[in-house]
């Protein structure tokens, strides 16, 4: 009895989900527990292990979309029952997800041996190839053995610079070239998609931070007392839901013909990973103390660095905070890219000492720049502006936000 | 038209595979004029583009004991075995100026083995559904190509005197049931590498029709 591979439900609203790689080649012996497929939803990539030791039968190919409950895959105990489910003509075979978790315990008598033979993953023989490595001279750390990825770029970062001659590409020599692929792929597609489809202005200028260093500092100073650590972040993620409250058409979306402006306010705060940026969501944020909020972003911000985000965490945001003083502080703007389907995102760079004027004097000011973008098919200047004011004022005079 | 010749001695598969994208890309160029690699590998498994890894039937433990180094390529075909007595020819050619006939080609190196074999007595023959030269249904040369842009690399591996036990430790071009032999085999003598090099190189004349020029001036390994 074959085991299946299914597409997860991993979130709410995940209804499908894309195939990104097979880890393992139609055929190849698979282990019990190794990672079997890389499969992508809502920008989170996902990994889905064997669930029992057998004959890989791929019944999805990579790069296709694939709805939830639907069977991608089957593990066949034995070589006989691959070369069975191979000659079957192709299904469809869904399940409820949750069923396929049961699976028969291991086969009784001889387990189908693995082969002596050296195995190989596809994306390791293909980078093997492009780079001429020896194989005989790899050590391979999957499963049985097997040569994957990470041992042939173990390889390649500790071969010596051997001159190889680069390919050439319209007269520019290629220094690597990489399948725009996963997280990658569904950034470009994004952003690409969002400056095509709507109006995007942006509106710059800076706030002077005096008043906010001096509370966060009695934040700091209270932490035992307050539970938790407060940042910048974590103020304006608060101050922003506030004043989100107060001009709710920031708050919503352009959808078809339709302005939606929405009853939640979700406000999300972008990460950089190593491999591109995601957006976790702080749901209902107008909702909550900068005790909780601080709490979530944090949460949220560890899940991400680890991988760990679920499809839940990064959908239903409302509007975007993206901190660009995170690489490195100085008086630095940037027409940020809106996160569809919002109509609005804000950028906060670093906060650096500048010689400001104050009543008619030179003084020195710790200054933070803002970037505000939003969507001119639905947010007009005077808006975007009186938005930013009212923003400003909180975080300039943080004790208005008492009443 | 003019064919230039290159006797680059015992090279690994790696510099050599280097040394002929260079070529290729100066041949694509016109930089250069059509070019013959001719070398011996080191011990070496290279699997092709439509090679299965099933194939090498030993592990790597017993390649790095036989010092055999394993390489996947880019070159059509299944498993072959390289090693030092087994003569190798890496034609650079354009066939731009061939009339673009891949399957003229393949037909054309064959035929050059076939009658660099009949100059020592031995008959050998093509299996028309695999590229490759035969004797008695043991394979004695084996063919694979890459193509890019209609200018060839890869090419020949002709058994003179390599050690066969190596040629157990895969099944060559994907075959469980054949095996290969060589012209030492063949013959229960030992023929000099020179020897084989050079007939190779007179039927390569006639059959493609170039006036050959030897040369020593190249280097395997320096790249720009």
Known sequence: MAAYITIPKLGQVTTEATLVEWKAKEGDWVEKGSVVLKIETEKIEWDIEAEASGFLHILVEEDSKAPVGRVVGLIAETKEELETLKKEPPRQIFTTVGEAEKMPAEVSGAEPKPREHIRISPVARKTAEEHMIDITKIVGTGPGGRIVMEDIEKALATKEKAEVPSEVYQGKRVKASIPLKGMRRVIAEHMHRSLAESAQVTTMGEIDMTELINLRKGLLAREDVIGTRITYTDIFVFIVAKVLKEKPMVNSSLLGNEIKIWEDINIGVAVALEEGLIVPVIKNADQKSIVEISKSVRTLTEKARKGKLLPDDVTGGTFTITNLGAAGAGWRFETAIINQPEVAILGTGGIADRAVVRDGQIVIRPIMTYSLTYDHRVIDGALAVQFMTRVIELLETPGLVLP | ?224
């Open chain 2, 1 to 224: 038209m003019l064919c230039v010749v290159y006797w680059l001695g015992l090279v690994g598969y790696k510099e050599a595979y280097h040394l002929q994208r260079k070529l290729l890309r100066q041949r694509f160029d016109g930089e250069i004029k059509d070019t013959i690699l001719l070398l011996e590998h080191l011990p070496t498994i290279t699997i092709g583009k439509s090679g299965k890894l099933e194939n090498v039937l030993v592990s790597q433990a017993q390649l790095a004991e036989e010092g055999i180094s394993l390489f996947f390529t880019d070159r059509g075909g299944d498993v072959t075995y390289h090693g030092p007595g087994q003569l190798v020819a890496y034609p650079i050619i354009d066939l731009r100026q061939r009339g673009r006939d891949i399957h003229q080609y393949v037909h054309d190196l064959e035929e050059v083995v076939i009658r660099t074999l009949s100059s020592f007595s031995i008959g050998a023959d093509r299996d028309d559904s695999h590229a490759g030269v035969w004797v008695k249904g043991e394979e004695i040369a084996a063919i694979g190509l890459s193509i890019k842009r209609w200018i060839t690399m890869h090419g020949i591996a002709l058994n003179v005197n390599p050690k066969l036990e190596h040629f157990s430790f895969i099944n060559p071009c994907g075959f469980s049931n054949r095996r290969a032999t060589s012209i030492s085999k063949l013959l229960s003598q030992n023929v000099p590498m020179e020897e084989v090099m050079h007939r190779l190189i007179v039927h390569f004349s006639d059959v493609f029709n170039v006036h050959i020029e030897w040369d020593s001036g190249i280097l395997v390994g320096s790249c720009p």
